[in-house]
């Protein structure tokens, strides 16, 4: 069955330090692997996503992500997390020539200052 | 700017009430998309349509239905509301293309309540 695992329901760290959230995927296709954000209140924004080509993918606000195939994960990091990265971020995949996202259930993220 | 907008933001309705949620962007895309975002569940398809009177249904289109009058709007429909639609709903669209790799562009959502 086709599914997105977030292991990771509530992560905290301090601002300025690392980050990394967690994503695998369980897809038949060949995955676009895309990962979202969601401030208090607001709707989600793309933060990047991954159809092929380089395995590290760079996207706004200073994140990345990596696809490995071999593990179905596509994590994302942060060198350095700011206060205002606090928010809760969905990890997506969707298979070539469809139109459907599965989201995964998310990971609430709080910056200590 | 261009932009995807929902209303209301909060409705709190009764058991059985017909209500209508409204989603309005301003890109010319050609595909809108309703979401409900439960806590456990991530979101959750319901609706969704490629063009004007285009409408198909997602994984959780039961109760709900939406119309597409034109490229602008796709409002969706609560035929009687039950509990178990309690939910946070989020519009979406994305240009041309039914594919994938189009990127969705959310709007704020509307919380709605039923009791």
């Known amino acids: 069955a086709q599914s997105v695992t977030q292991p990771d329901i509530h992560i905290t760290v301090s601002e300025g330090a690392s980050l990394e959230l967690r994503c695998n995927y369980s897809y038949g296709a060949t995955p676009y692997l895309f990962w979202y954000v969601q401030s208090p209140g607001q709707g989600l924004q793309l933060l990047l996503k991954?159809?092929?080509?380089?395995?590290l993918v760079q996207g706004i606000k200073g994140f990345e992500a990596e696809f490995k195939r071999s593990q179905s994960s596509f994590n994302l990091r942060k060198p350095s997390v700011h206060w205002s990265d606090a928010a809760e971020y969905f990890c997506a995949v969707g298979a070539a020539g469809t139109y459907k996202y599965i989201f995964g259930t998310g990971t609430r993220l709080k910056v200590l200052a | 700017d261009a932009e995807i907008t929902q209303s209301p933001r909060h409705k709190i309705t009764e058991t059985g009430r017909q209500v209508t949620l409204a989603c309005h962007q301003t890109w010319n895309h050609n595909n809108m998309f309703w979401y409900r975002q439960d806590l456990g569940h991530g979101l959750r398809l319901i609706h969704y349509?490629?063009?004007?009177?285009?409408?198909n249904k997602g994984e959780v289109s039961d109760g709900y239905s939406v119309s597409r009058s034109n490229t602008e709007d796709l409002p969706l429909t609560l035929e009687s509301a039950a509990s178990s639609q309690t939910s946070v709903y989020f519009c979406a669209s994305s240009d041309k293309g039914q594919v994938i790799q189009e990127t969705q562009y959310f709007g704020p959502g509307t919380r709605l309540l039923v009791l």
């Open positions: 349509s490629y063009g004007v009177h285009d409408t």
């Open positions: 991954y159809f092929s080509g380089d395995t």
